[in-house]
């Protein structure tokens, strides 16, 4: 029997996967976390109609609930509504506070795949329950660990390896011990002083070393500490040393790598790391203290 809502019907139509916006201010709502559980329904389409139904014509994000409208039933989503000053931006009619409830629960009626779906997620998870998941799913994408530019490149462990080693040219290296020198000529300049990053094979996973100076409140600094390139319950499954010296005097640190899903920046300045104070980093450089000869020695390790 034909359907009596030809709106309905187009939701069988040509599959399209609704975008989540950027603003993670929506409803809270519980995700569906197990993957398994969630790949038993039947795969969803959502026609390019009906994302186009459910996109705010200002942001171009998809809308949550509440969804605005004006008198004449053009929709808005909260967030935009301030910044159009009361104005529907499509027919500039007052807008009043009107819900567009209907609108509301035809998204409420959705189930959609992970946006992430091409890296592997196979989990089916209703509309206003989707964004929230795909904030936390384990298959989204990692970010470039590279500190000292602003590197928007992001893509699962394998391929970042690959751009890590091709486009930064970073040192990579295979073991589990290291032994590396870090100089430089005037250690007085702080700002922009970041070595290049060494990334080490071991245990079939990747980790990235970092040293650089920065600012401890008026206090120059150096810190060295580990990443791992993978998710924070992996890392934890790991440990690390890093050593420093000199003149008979040495200082030693030992700590879990953090994963990269924390920035290089946030960690450094949660100080997770080996820190030495630029008077003793001198010291260790040893002769007439004007040049920094640093040597930082380290080992990870599996934790049984």
């Known amino acids: 029997m034909a359907s009596v809502n030809p709106f309905f019907d187009d939701l069988q139509s040509k599959p399209e996967v609704i975008d989540p916006p950027q603003n993670e201010d929506i409803m809270d709502c519980e995700a569906v976390n197990d993957p398994t559980q969630a790949a038993i329904k039947p795969n969803v389409t959502v026609s390019s109609s009906v994302r186009e139904l459910l996109e705010c014509p200002v942001c171009l994000n998809a809308m949550y609930p509440p969804i605005h409208q004006c008198s004449n039933g053009h929709t808005l ?3 935009c509504k301030p910044r159009v000053h ?20 035809v998204a409420a ?34 970010s470039c660990p590279y500190a000292g530019s602003e590197c928007t490149v992001i893509g699962d462990i394998p391929y970042l390896v690959a751009h890590l080693k091709d486009d930064h040219k970073v040192d990579m290296h295979n073991g ?16 922009n002083a970041t070595w290049m990053l060494t990334v080490f094979s071991c245990f079939g996973e990747y980790f990235c070393l970092h040293f650089e100076a920065f600012q401890l409140g008026i206090s120059p600094v150096y810190i060295a500490f580990l990443r791992f ?29 953090r994963s990269i899903r924390d920035s290089h920046r946030k960690v450094r300045d949660s100080f997770d790391g080996l820190i030495i104070q630029r008077n003793m980093a001198l010291f260790f450089s040893g002769g007439d203290r004007k040049e920094l000869k640093l040597r930082v020695t380290g080992r990870i390790w599996k934790e049984q």
């Open 229 to 257: 390139m993978g998710d924070d319950n992996e890392a934890k499954n790991y440990s690390y040393s890093l050593e420093v010296g000199g003149n008979g005097r040495k200082m030693i640190w030992q700590g879990v790598p």
């Open 109 to 142: 009626s959705l189930e959609l795949p992970c946006k992430y779906q091409s890296f592997g997620c196979i989990g089916i998870y209703p509309y206003y329950s989707k964004l929230k998941h795909e904030s936390q799913c384990s298959y989204r994408p990692y």
């Open 86 to 105: 009361n104005r529907c931006p499509t027919c500039r009619h007052e807008l009043g506070n009107i819900r567009c409830l209907a609108l509301e629960k």
């Open 77 to 79: 989503c909260s967030g």
């Open 176 to 191: 589990s011990t290291f032994n590396h020198r870090y100089v430089k000529s005037n250690p007085h300049e702080v700002e």
